[in-house]
């Protein structure tokens, strides 16, 4: 970045990359496991409202808690961590109640 952009550019990118890379963590993984989840039929809409009320949620507290650009990324890597449990819960508790052993 110090090559390509300017000095100002380059401050304000290296103190919101960390935050920003930490919140897209979760969400890769949590793709990954809702594409999982949505290929089955039993758990498509259970998972799907659960999905719609987080994205609600991350909507609402972006609008009422946008101070900064850095608590933005902080509200979106915690929305990003539920769905990660979401996901991961819905994930075990399937295999758990379809007899799945890590199939």
Same mark, same amino acid.
């Given at each position: 970045?110090?090559?390509?952009?300017?000095? @100002? =550019?380059? %401050?304000?990118?290296?103190?919101?990359?960390? +935050?920003? !890379?930490?919140?897209?963590?979760?969400? !890769?993984? !949590?793709?990954?496991?809702? #594409?999982?989840?949505?290929?089955r039929?039993d758990?498509?809409?259970?998972?799907?409202?659960?999905?719609?009320?987080?994205?609600? *949620? =991350?909507?609402?507290?972006?609008?009422?808690f946008?101070? @900064?650009?850095? @608590?933005?990324l %902080?509200?979106? *890597? *915690?929305c #990003?961590?539920l769905?990660?449990?979401?996901?991961? +819960?819905?994930?075990w508790?399937?295999k758990?109640? #379809?007899g799945?052993?890590?199939?």
């Amino acid at each position: 970045m110090k090559l390509v952009y300017k000095q @100002s =550019y380059v %401050q304000v990118a290296s103190a919101i990359l960390p +935050w920003y !890379a930490s919140a897209m963590v979760p969400l !890769a993984l !949590a793709n990954v496991l809702l #594409n999982d989840l949505l290929a089955r039929p039993d758990s498509k809409l259970v998972l799907s409202v659960c999905v719609f009320i987080l994205a609600a *949620g =991350y909507i609402v507290t972006v609008v009422l808690f946008h101070s @900064s650009l850095v @608590s933005v990324l %902080q509200i979106m *890597g *915690g929305c #990003n961590l539920l769905l990660l449990g979401v996901c991961a +819960w819905f994930s075990w508790a399937g295999k758990k109640s #379809n007899g799945r052993n890590g199939e």
